[in-house]
């Protein structure tokens, strides 16, 4: 359904994505490495070190934040991280910590920490909802979210897994792209957005926080 959105992978300079056989994509390309258990192993490994390295202060250890303002990456999908990191990379996306940080990742150290934090287990377990999540359940089931991110919110390659995000991120991020204000840009997020109020954006963070990450990563 959303094949044209995948990054072909004549768009990588990435050594170790184009050494593996032929894939068409970066998410076909994660697939084989899943089928490989010597080049996982080794990705798993060269991800840690990154993460525990230059992410876990803020991230959370092995991508479970404890600050609201940061994300989770645990469980995240793969090709959404590193498409994330791209676009943060060519200021497509903008946060002046984050820009840094993605210029000091050599190409082959993204590939490996996006894999390595996708397999990682969510340890946030489904919370109590606010009494607004209900609000934020509604829209979510029936404004079009569902299409793209799933009836459980949790993405999909390019698509990002919401389940059990940090409240405060969200509600930034999602007034972000309702207010086209410059700092997260995607025409369809800004579009879906467009007619919802505070509000109904407040609803949205409470639910999709409320949710946990159920069988989110993989154990290790
Ligand atoms: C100094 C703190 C800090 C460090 C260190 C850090 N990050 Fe971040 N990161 C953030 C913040 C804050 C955001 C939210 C940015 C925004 O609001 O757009 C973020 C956002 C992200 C996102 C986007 C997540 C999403 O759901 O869209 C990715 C991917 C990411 N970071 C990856 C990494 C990786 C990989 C590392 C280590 C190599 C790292 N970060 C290190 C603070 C940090
Ligand atoms: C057409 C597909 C599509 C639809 C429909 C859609 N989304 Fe998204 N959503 C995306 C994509 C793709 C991204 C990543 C965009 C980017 O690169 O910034 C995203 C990003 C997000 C993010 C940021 C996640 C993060 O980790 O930073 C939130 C929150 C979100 N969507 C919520 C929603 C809600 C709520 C709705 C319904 C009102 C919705 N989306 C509808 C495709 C969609």
Redesign the pocket.
């Known amino acids: 359904m ?1 094949g044209c ?1 995948l990054i072909p992978v004549s768009d990588l300079a990435w050594p170790q994505v184009t050494t593996l056989g032929a894939p068409r994509s970066l998410a076909q390309f994660f697939l084989a490495v899943d089928a490989d258990p010597a080049r996982r192993a080794r990705m798993m490994a060269a991800g840690k070190d990154v993460e525990s390295r230059l992410c876990g202060a803020c991230h959370g250890v092995d991508g479970n934040s404890v600050n609201p303002e940061v ?1 989770n990456l645990a469980g ?1 999908n793969a090709v ?1 991280i590193v ?2 990191i791209r ?1 943060l990379l060519r200021g ?2 903008k946060h002046e910590t984050m820009q840094i940080i993605a210029k000091m990742l050599p190409d082959d150290d993204i590939v490996n920490v996006a894999y390595y934090l996708s397999k990682q287990r969510v340890t946030s377990p489904p919370k109590e909802s606010a009494p607004s999540a209900q609000v ?1 359940e509604t ?2 089931q029936t ?7 799933g009836a459980e ?1 949790r ?1 999909n390659e ?5 389940a059990g ?1 940090q409240r405060d ?2 509600l930034r ?2 007034r972000q ?1 309702r207010d086209r204000s410059g700092e ?3 025409a ?2 800004s ?3 467009n007619a ?1 109020t505070d509000d109904d ?1 407040v609803g ?2 409470d639910y ?1 926080n409320g949710l946990g990450m159920p069988g989110g990563g993989e154990p290790q």
């Open positions: 959303l959105w994300p995240q959404y498409v994330q676009k497509e996306r934020g829209i979510f404004q079009f979210c569902i299409y793209c991110h919110a993405g390019q698509i990002p897994r919401l995000q991120y969200l991020s999602l792209y997260r840009n995607d369809m997020m579009l879906v957005l919802l954006i949205l963070a999709l």
